[in-house]
């Protein structure tokens, strides 16, 4: 084959993938639409709000992992709400960013999601660890009944997804949880400008005011800038999803 049909054949792999991405990201969102138009369609939005929730609070408990700090207990109630239980690090810096890691834990989440689910495949193979993911924090960390059913749930759910859906539905699966959790990160955008959060563990400051007393500043200015990254990822995370032809066009090729 020569090195102008080698090329004729990326280009049109790259256009090919980059329709299918396009028409998974059109087919979630109008999905996610018409759960918000169809009669009773906020019984189940329902569960993609824990969906977000359960994004945040990972989010906390994982950050305090990778800053060397422990993860003890996770908790997920029906009205929504959920806390993550860790310890450490030691350190301002480190607490703030564990503090962060909840803010921008949906908006990470959702980035990714949205960059590995461009190739079918490879969404197959990030559901299965979402999947497995879930599990092993429902083995590891949760601690609540609720939250034991539903993470259980959620993550045999995606398991299932990746071992026997088709590859194009695994592709749309993913792009799915990916829209749930970008809409999470502006419908709950008003977290981030508040000093306490009510929870059913009561009230308690919010992470903005975490970070605030960790670093210095108003928790208003922490929250734009929590907010901000997580528009930024969010955009780099479509980008590379939705990302447009091979600079070499097809016509080109063609002549």
């Known amino acids: 084959m020569s090195s102008a049909a080698r090329a004729f054949a990326r280009a049109h792999d790259h256009v090919q993938v980059t329709r299918r991405a396009r028409g998974a990201l059109f087919a979630s969102a109008a999905i996610t639409l018409l759960l918000y138009l169809v009669p009773f369609g906020g019984l189940l939005i329902y569960p993609l709000l824990l969906l977000s929730t359960l994004a945040h609070e990972l989010g906390h408990g994982l950050a305090a992992l990778a800053t060397g700090g422990t993860f003890h207990a996770f908790y997920l109630w029906p009205d929504g709400s959920g806390m993550a239980v860790h310890s450490g690090p030691e350190g301002h810096v480190l607490q703030a960013i564990v503090a962060a890691g909840g803010l921008i834990g949906p908006a990470i989440v959702a980035g990714l999601c949205f960059a590995l689910a461009r190739r079918p495949a490879v969404a197959r193979v990030v559901l299965g660890l979402l999947g497995l993911g879930f599990l092993a924090a429902v083995a ?116």
Do not use: K
């Open 140 to 255: 590891l960390v949760v601690e609540n009944p609720f939250g034991f059913w539903y993470i259980s749930g959620v993550g045999l759910l995606l398991l299932a997804l990746a071992a026997r859906a088709s590859a194009t539905t695994a592709q749309t699966a993913l792009v799915f949880v990916a829209v749930q959790l970008a809409l999470s990160v502006f419908s709950r955008a008003d977290y981030l400008f508040t000093a306490s959060a009510q929870t059913s563990a009561g009230v308690m400051p919010s992470d903005s005011a975490h970070i605030a007393a960790a670093l210095g500043g108003s928790y208003l200015l922490w929250g734009a800038v929590c907010g901000l990254f997580s528009v930024l990822v969010l955009v780099l995370g479509l980008w590379l999803f939705t990302r447009g032809e091979s600079r070499v066009s097809l016509a080109n090729l063609r002549r």
